[in-house]
């Protein structure tokens, strides 16, 4: 059992993770304890939390309860208006206008196995590996019901939330918050981590101290965004990569999200994670319900690593889905960097020729082969196939690639209109606009109005129709910009404030639909490179273009602050030309390869203009990359190093007899004394290194370290060792 219910406190233990909720007297929610599973048995521990200050700091509960005040109790969903002083999880103004609430027990059922969320991403488990707890909670007054579920894992310290409201009520009540997740932690003795970033440099962590008043990570641009990740972490201060607690928070979600922290004068820390406040409002009618999208909390003790593993497995297991899901992914050529806007099926073909001749699987033709468009600055919406670039469509290139024995992957940014496009000439009402104010173009282009039904059933009737046309195995789905002029034709004003919300629905949906209709296509996310890399899309895409910095420097920090929540198999990764073309680097073309080999692999640029001695590179790193495809997949991540000298990586396999450890050195100098520890091995097991024969024993490899001297590594130079262990 991993739920249980005794003396009105549920137990949910999932894997290494416990959570513990209380019932009180007067059928208020409380929430005991969150971290390191306990045994069952004896809960009056320190179930409540010290008395408030002084009397005028909070207000006395006045009716009775265990707790002495709601403004110090620790809550399991705090509500507004009625005495706490911290910031509500939910919001709602009822009939007279009044934005308060009090929840209030009313009863609870523990099913087998995890439900789904309607019209939601959400994780996903059988049966026999999951039990969910679903908590019902009603305010008296509204009549508002919010249902709180809780899904613990057999087998993994990760446990899933969400919450669901629904009007008993016989007047509309409007929504102007609803979190997902909420954590009331009875100490400040944390440091908290996250993710922040821009075009190019996405997910760079930061770790600072928690302050007495609030933090706020957020997105306001209607995707989880290139600037802040809908993830964060707890640390406790003497947490590091590999030793110490950790809560790990990560939302479900791909639209604008908002992480919230309060420590309040008790040294109590409120950690709320969901949609974003400022974008949405929610009217609820009677009998109308309103699903929240899903959040994770992970447990670890073994540091930030140990977080991000059990996420790496969570999400793998749980979240992405679909035939590719445990399957190697194609090794691909994407032609984007390789001629932009200026191709032909003559050229791609011969690219295509020279990629199958070293052994790559896919072509994935990129931006440009649609409508009239010879650059970013029209034709988006317009997925009708452009006949002068492509003579004989999708087709003939199709049939041209496949004939070579190479699969073929195509580019849409379906959620998109250019102001040059049939389609805005046809529906300029399609795009969001706020009527009487002027739209805010980027990158030349609109944002379609996802949440209209007939916007959606016409781009999927183009996908349809495109994907129908030909064999194709994978689509890349982008997302170039973010969403501004936030409003709809279609809804009344009272509902204006729905449609951050309902343009995430329709994405969804469509999403869903492509899935149903072509099961077997790999779906890339991508959105400006990496805008929306977050466990929503994950569902839908079993991975994401990481970056449109395809620099191997840059690509160490963006690659490793990915992996404080991603699995590596989620992050697509090309190997490029030099100089770089977003940075002018010059980097090795081993060292390009190591470092997009971190993930799943492939090439972005022109294989034809390659030298013997590159294409002959190629071709190992090929026939390598089929090695090591299933260990980055099933294996476990640890990041070892990431400095200005160097930057280290290791891979072990799921049965722990391969290793692969990568490392390169972005700056050298001249005294480079560089051993590096490596982790998650067996101390009395020897491993043998693939190429030298050499044998260390485990022990001597995490507590020695593998010296990288005899590797000779210059300035950005990079070496991949791999490991075997021996019988
Ligand atoms: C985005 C993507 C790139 C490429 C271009 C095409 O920037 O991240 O990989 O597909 O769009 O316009």
């Known amino acids: 059992m991993l739920i249980t219910c005794k003396d009105n406190i549920f137990h949910i233990r999932s894997g290494g993770e416990s959570l513990l909720l209380c019932v009180t007297r007067k059928g208020r929610l409380l929430q005991l304890y969150c971290g390191h599973i306990l045994p069952e048995g004896d809960y009056a521990l320190s179930a409540f939390p010290p008395a408030p200050a002084g009397p005028s700091t ?153 302050t007495h008043g609030g933090m706020k990570v957020a997105s306001r641009r209607g995707a989880s965004s290139h600037s802040h990740n809908p993830f964060a972490a707890l640390l406790r201060k003497d947490a590091s990569e590999e030793a110490g607690e950790a809560l790990g928070f990560a939302f479900v979600y791909s639209g604008s999200f908002q992480i919230e922290t309060e420590v309040d004068f008790a040294g109590q820390t409120r950690l709320l994670m969901g949609l974003n406040p400022d974008n949405f409002s929610w009217l609820l009618n009677p009998g109308e319900t309103f699903q929240a999208p899903e959040a994770l909390i992970a447990y670890s003790d073994a540091g930030l690593g140990g977080m991000s593993r059990a996420f790496h497995k969570f999400i793998s297991r749980h979240i992405i889905r679909g035939p590719w899901k445990d399957r190697d992914r194609p090794i691909l050529v994407n032609n984007w960097e390789a001629t932009y806007f200026h191709f032909n099926t003559e050229k791609l073909l011969e690219l295509g020729r020279t990629a199958k001749d070293l052994g790559i699987e896919m072509l994935v033709m990129d931006d440009g082969w649609f409508g009239a468009r010879e650059d970013d600055h029209s034709s988006l919406g317009d997925w009708f196939v452009n006949e002068k670039k492509l003579p004989g469509g999708l087709k003939a290139l199709s049939d041209g690639l496949h004939r070579m024995g190479l699969m073929m992957g195509i580019w849409v940014e379906p959620e998109m209109i250019s102001p040059d496009s049939d389609l805005y000439r046809a529906h300029p009402d399609w795009a969001l606009q706020i009527e009487g104010r002027p739209d805010s173009p980027s990158r030349w282009q609109y944002v379609l109005d996802m949440s209209r039904k007939e916007v959606e059933d016409y781009i999927f009737g183009r996908l349809y129709d495109i994907l129908s046309s030909a064999k194709i195995e994978y689509v890349k789905w982008d997302f170039n910009r973010n969403l501004s002029e936030v409003s709809s034709a279609s809804l009344p004003p009272e509902r204006q404030g729905e449609v951050w919300h309902r343009y995430m629905l329709g994405v969804y949906s469509l999403l869903e639909r492509l899935l149903r209709a072509f099961p077997d296509i790999l779906l890339e996310g991508c959105a400006g490179g990496g805008g929306r890399f977050d466990a929503g899309m994950l569902y839908y895409c079993p991975q994401i273009w990481t970056s449109d910095d395809t620099d191997a420097l840059e690509r160490l920090t963006i690659q490793q602050g990915t992996s404080i929540c991603y699995p590596p198999s989620a992050m697509s990764a090309h190997v490029s030309a030099v100089p770089n073309h977003q940075t002018g680097r010059m980097t090795p073309f081993k060292t390009r390869g190591i470092v997009a080999m971190g993930g799943s692999f492939g090439y972005e640029l022109d294989l034809t203009k390659l030298s013997d001695e590159e294409k002959a590179e190629v071709k190992r790193q090929v026939a390598l990359y089929h090695q090591l495809a299933p260990v980055i997949r099933d294996g476990d991540y640890y990041r070892l190093e990431n400095s200005d000298t160097l930057a280290a990586w290791e891979t072990v396999s799921a049965d722990g007899r391969q290793v692969i450890f990568s490392a390169v050195i972005p700056y050298a100098r001249i005294v480079n004394t560089h051993i590096v520890r490596l982790r998650g091995l067996d101390e009395n097991a020897r491993y043998r290194d693939i190429e030298t024969g050499k044998v260390y024993t485990g022990g001597m490899l995490m507590h020695a370290g593998l010296n990288l001297a005899p590797y000779r590594l210059r300035e950005r130079d990079a070496v991949l060792v791999r490991f075997e262990k021996a019988e």
């Not at 707890?133 to 613990?152: C, F, H, N, P, R």
């Not at 009520?169 to 409007?174: F, K, L, T």
Request: with cysteine; proline share 8%.
């Open 58 to 210: 909070c207000p006395n509960t006045p009716d009775g309860d265990e707790i002495e005040s709601v403004g110090t109790a620790r809550s399991a969903y705090p509500t507004a208006g009625l005495g706490d002083f911290r910031p509500a999880a939910i919001r709602a103004v009822g009939a007279d206008g009044v934005d308060a609430l009090d929840l209030r027990y009313r009863g609870h059922r523990i099913l087998p196995g995890k439900p789904g969320l309607a019209g939601l991403p959400a994780a996903y488990a059988p049966e026999t590996e999951a039990e969910t707890l679903e908590i019902e909670m009603q305010d008296g007054k509204t009549g508002l019901a919010v249902t709180l579920s809780y899904t613990a894992f057999a087998s993994l310290p990760v446990i899933a939330c969400s919450v669901r409201a629904e009007n008993r009520g016989d007047a509309p009540v409007r929504l102007t918050r609803i979190d997902s997740l909420a954590l009331d932690l009875p100490d400040d003795r944390y440091d908290f981590l996250h993710l922040w970033g821009c075009w190019a440099m996405e997910r760079t962590s930061e770790r600072v101290p928690l």
